[in-house]
């Protein structure tokens, strides 16, 4: 029960009264007073609202600035080199310009709102979001002043329901064919990047797993290839003063992206031939490498190599990537291989990944077979 109290003002002998009582809320104790019974139920009531709103005391002052700095500091200590590469460049770039001079226990929904409108694409709003969302929960798990996080799933909602429109409005790609690889494939030869068609159709490796190849993941005797590194396409700049930063030169080459990445692919006959033109005793560090022997960066191999030859192809709308789906296509389709074989050599940790993304038709499979239904039962 409130307690009741009468007091002197001495200025003019008059008294009145106030109300003063502690309130408990959520764990939280604070003694109010008030001139009555229903100003102090107001004080509680707005006091509820801000612990509601994720007000705590935790270091109240704190900006968005300061926990992005705390944010940034535990990606570097902790996370992967394409992790970090997000978060500072989001960071950097829209968020704490946008919203950093701000206190954390006053960030709303609206502020997010404004953040997540200087990205210039669906695709990059939605990273963005990404970023913010897992910044205010990095503080949310560290209890650094709120506990709930102020991005809205209504905003959620929005920001993903772009994204897909975007995705949906794209062109279809033209479906994958035999003969279109093919038409690629002898693009590559003779070529002294020749190897990299290799690996990217014929083992379906990753760009950067391609890129990370050296002789020393070529198992001559028992046939296959060694997945175990990869180059890293992330800008050395982001990931200064993190676990990464060697200071060594040329891109970062780091393990593969998981456990189930690292990983032994049959070297193809043709690659093994192609290999063993290369005098043995030049067969040291990486395969496809610069002059310094460094391997290439997967920026510089699509502006040096793959651009120029999507566009001699006129295949513009053609990915690196695709290729490697079209090594996951063609074994599902056009070999006994099943999918968990298929998914392994490819790295992935669920097979159900290699049905739904990489399972795509071979359209002269598809041609041969458009008429058995109908041979079969003739419906006389």
Request: aromatic fraction near 8%.
């Amino acid at each position: 029960m409130r307690k009741k109290h009468r007091n002197k003002i001495t200025v003019n002998g008059k008294g009145y009264d106030y109300y003063r009582k502690q309130a408990t809320y959520k764990g939280q104790t604070h003694r109010f007073s008030a001139d009555n019974k229903d100003a102090w139920e107001a004080k509680v009531e707005d006091w509820k609202r801000q612990v509601d709103s994720s007000v705590l005391t935790t270091d109240p002052k704190m900006t968005v600035s300061q926990l992005a700095d705390l944010f940034l500091a535990d990606a570097r200590a902790t996370k992967r080199p394409s992790t970090i590469q997000e978060r500072v460049l989001n960071v950097d770039k829209f968020i704490v310009p946008m919203i950093g001079h701000l206190k954390l226990r006053d960030v709303k929904n609206e502020h997010c709102e404004k953040v997540l409108e200087r990205p210039s694409t669906p695709s990059m709003v939605e990273h963005c979001h990404k970023v913010l969302k897992r910044m205010f929960q990095f503080a949310i798990e560290n209890e650094l002043v709120i506990t709930i996080n102020p991005i809205s799933l209504g905003l959620t909602k929005r920001v993903k329901s772009a994204s897909s429109a975007s995705r949906l409005e794209q062109a279809p790609k033209p479906e994958f064919s035999l003969e279109m690889m093919d038409y690629v494939m002898t693009e590559f030869g003779g070529q002294p990047y020749e190897v990299m068609g290799h690996w990217l159709f014929l083992h379906g490796l990753r760009i950067g797993e391609a890129l990370g190849i050296s002789w020393t993941n070529v198992d001559f005797d028992g046939g296959w290839i060694n997945v175990t590194q990869q180059a890293s396409s992330v800008s050395k700049v982001s990931i200064k003063g993190s676990r990464w930063d060697t200071g060594t030169p040329g891109p970062l080459v780091i393990p593969p992206k998981t456990a189930s990445s690292k990983r032994k692919v049959p070297l193809a006959q043709p690659t093994r031939a192609l290999l063993l033109k290369t005098p043995e005793e030049e067969r040291k560090g990486f395969i496809f490498s610069t002059r310094n022997g460094n391997p290439h960066s997967a920026s510089n191999f699509r502006r040096q190599v793959w651009y120029p030859l999507i566009k001699r192809l006129d295949l513009d709308w053609l990915d690196s990537h695709d290729l490697r789906k079209a090594f996951g296509s063609y074994l599902l389709d056009q070999t006994s291989a099943g999918y968990p074989i298929v998914s392994k050599w490819m790295g992935h940790s669920n097979p159900s990944v290699t049905l739904a993304i990489y399972a795509k038709p071979v359209q002269e499979s598809e041609l041969a077979h458009k008429d058995d239904i109908g041979l079969a039962f003739p419906m006389r």
